[in-house]
């Protein structure tokens, strides 16, 4: 077996990755990326990014004060406080330091949460909508900069296990072109991404039909880092939820429905039914909500999207890529009918049930008593539309998956914590390999690339502390 020496190994090659490698770099530590594709378009999530910098749909330049309110708002305070604080405290400065190694970001729309989106923004009007922009540069850029700091990515590097001394992370083993290689390492940091990609673990953690689950993503995050800390005794934490929106269920079998359209916004203004014609969760929680709902029903194929035309023309038309045009044109059906009773008909769905759970939605819409509902419906943030007057119309819904939320427990120095509460020496996880911020009862979703960028610094500063102190072991 080949042996190679360095002092950090980072295992992962997007925006966590290679912003740790990157830092790591710049304070003189010699580092290696290990980046399972075999080119220099590797697939991962980063390089098909939306590209907006937010946190919990705040702006990265807001105070602190205000995007801790956002965070705490919306995971209920129910996220580890020592990242909490980490994400509101260093986001301006970590996105400053992505403009000064010559990431750009521009304004795109009105919304708050788009002010930074990574430039040139995406264009959904192509097949490749991401090729040649946001994290597509984003991701040639840092390792563009990598290169010239001397840091070195190899490709066809796939990580299969760590290597362990007395409790102690010490390297890596990793399979390149067939042939096993080890390197040795003060640290190694995983930043392979979430678990998504993998069915045994969607099946073991999320939903038990793993099969009827849209993959919206590049593919590539397998969970081999998390396995491979959890073979090490490394805590998970959040590993139930995931980050996605909520596709037409003909994007099991259409590429053209995925990644864009997504069906939230008519989800949100309407209602989502199951077979028995029961609403499944409080739609006014926003698409990411609903999309992990949806998974988690016995059959995640087997819901619909119920709404009128106040819907379809009104939130319909919303965000960059509407449902309205857009799901019909590219292949999705979308009934419609004159009354109810009649649009049940067409989903081989229950009149009356149908009707009983629009008229109950209604009256409590038009009452202001959504919270009475079975489940409640919040109005808080996204507005309940009354269903009363038709025409109405209907959408067969699928879950789409883009990125898993938990992942390997991490303190606020991204240090992975083992058994007993005490991090393993020498082993760092950033980005969406670890977990702890979004996710858990409330389906928090923060942002995953700031979360990404980061965790990856605090890493970075970390393991060159102890490049300063040569003589103490990471601790």
Known sequence: MQELNYEAVVIGAGIAGLSTALRLSELRIRTVVLEKGTDDRYPCNTRIAGGAFHVAHRDVDDPPE????AISQRTRDTANPELVQALAGDIRAATAWLKAKGV?????????????????????????????????????????????????????????????????????DVLRQETPLRIHARAVVICDGGFQANPELVARYITTSPGKIRQRNSGSGTGDGLQMAMRAGAQVVGMSRFYGHVLAREAMDNDALSPFPIADFLCSAGIVVDASCRRIADEGRGGVYLVNAIAAQDDPLGTVAIFNEAVWTGPGREFISPANPQLPQKGATVYTAPTVSELAGKLDLDPQRLARTVSDYNEAVEQGKTETL????????????SLRQGPYFAVRLCAGMTYTMGGLAIDGHARVMGPNDQPIPGLYAAGCAAGGLEGGEHVAYLGGLTRSTVTALRAADHIAAWQRSPDVPPQ
């Not at 205000?66 to 309110?69: A, N, P, R």
């Not at 079975?374 to 539309?385: D, G, H, N």
Request: charged share 25%; with cysteine; glycine share 12%.
């Open 66 to 69: 205000v995007i801790l309110e």
């Open 104 to 172: 750009r970001f521009i304004k795109v729309g009105h919304e708050i949460f788009r002010k930074h989106s990574l430039a040139p923004p995406i264009n959904l009007n192509q097949d490749k909508y991401w090729e040649g922009r946001g994290g597509d540069v984003l991701i040639r850029t840092l390792t563009a900069e990598l290169a010239r700091n001397g840091g070195e990515v190899l490709l066809g590097a796939r990580a299969n296990g760590l290597v362990m001394n007395a409790g102690r992370c010490v390297g890596v």
């Open 374 to 385: 079975a489940p409640p419906r919040t109005a808080e943030r996204l507005k309940p539309y």
